[in-house]
């Protein structure tokens, strides 16, 4: 931050974004420091690193220690080409995306009589399992918005983030059927907007980076190729049109009152963040953090000093449940957080719950898979060794999927066991009743399967880094993390085996204090408290 003029363009760039889905600094940073340590232990004579740029890392710090070994990259020619070609397609993305956008533009769309108190603007993103059959399905907020008094609820206007330019034409139809307002950035942005966020990657080539280091290593090289390889990286790009949305809305003289924004510390909740810092710093404004993730892998969700100086941070941060609290504060203590309602946990069971005792001869599994490929395919893989064994009584895995997971990717992982394995598309709230354990990892759904009562088994993942959204205050009585089919076994054996009075006792007592610490109830007063209006 110190040495480069934080400007929008680097302020949504991978090299300031700290997420591991978006760069890969850290975890080539976690394979150097592996390998230093190693070194501690033994010789190596050879090393085989997983690209050119920890190639070049590990054999200037080979270099300057006297050592001799021998470093090969298992980067082919072909992939190295390959990833030189990623900015080339990431702009010609930009560009089919800004033809969809200019193309959905609706001037009449635009609101001139705005309330004069200010509207609340409410951050939002729009995925096509969000529209079903013509109508659109809030996943994010809920219905929030019926728990508000008219007046203030005629204030409201969603503006959403469409996952892909395509999705716009035949979504912007539905959206305006429902009886929530919305307000389209593209019917605000110019043709100009457009052309400064397309040319955003000669604006940071023209500035050089200078030399850094991390533990001993010279990084420079792990820097730049991850800067050149998101260079025009469409996440950045829609970053900078939101900050340009703000300023479009300020010169049309739109009064804003409160901004939420869906908050994940994403690049284009910093855009979105940075727009309100510079051309509404008088408005008020709120980071809606509505779920529970490894924040020990998603470490970006959890603002920094410096993030926060710099005006990508809201003003405060809302959470859903006061055990959320001194985690999301661990790099910023001065941080001001909040609790709010969890809109997406709403049909949470928030009374008291009673289990008869039971002996559990035929498992039921629930696979709940996240959005990420790679760990689905951990999860899958782990259940398919598990069938294997008769003594785990597996009789059937329903699975259940992230709406954004390309589940026909990984279907053919379950084709040797097709008749155990259920795909489902009913909503995980439905199945939940009908599983005796939830195998997943990463995602919000193991912290409330633990809500329920139903204990979770975590899938670690064998090629990266494991992702346990599991806060550290709950009992392990409860869940487990396993990371081969042994492990697996005996976590099903000491969870299920037998299901008797003071197990059941034992479970209901932390699914009651789940709910308490981590799943704030969606009350009209928890939201008028929430938006402090």
Known sequence: YDDIDCNIDWLVNSLFSRNNYFSNIFIDLCYLEFLKRILLMRRIKKVIVCNRSQKSVFKHYCKKNDLDIIIISSESIWKSAINYLIPIKDIMKNFITSVYMITSKDKNRIIKDYNKEGIILLDTFIIPSMVSNGKYIDRYYGDMINYLPNDIKKRCYYTPIFTSGSHIPKFIAPLKATKKQFIFNFDYLKFSDYLYAILSPLRILNNKIGHYYFNGYKITAILKSDIYKNLANPASFQGILNYLFFRRMKLSKVKLKLIIDWFENQVVDRGFNKGKSDYYPSSRSIGYAGYIVSN?????????????????????????????????????????????????????????????????????????????????????????????????????????????LKINEIEYLIKDWDKKYEISSKSFSTLIHDVDVVVSNSSSTCVESLNYGIPVIIAGSKNGITQNPIPDSIPKYIWELCYSVDEFNFAIKRLLSTMDKNRVMKYNEIAKDIQKKYFEPVTKKGVMKFLQI
């Open 296 to 404: 020990e892998f998603y470490f970006h969700h959890r603002p920094t000093k410096a993030e926060c100086s710099y005006g990508v941070i809201p003003d405060k941060i809302a959470v859903i449940g006061s055990g959320l609290q001194s985690d999301i504060r661990k790099y910023c203590s001065s941080l001001k957080v909040i609790t709010a309602p969890a809109f997406r946990n709403k049909i949470i069971d928030f009374g008291e719950k009673t289990y008869l005792d039971k002996i559990i001869n035929n498992v039921i599994i629930l696979a709940a898979l996240p959005v990420n490929k790679d760990y689905a395919r951990d999860i899958i893989l782990m259940l398919n060794e598990a069938l294997n064994y008769k003594d785990n009584n597996i009789e059937k895995i329903i699975i259940n999927y992230h709406p954004v």
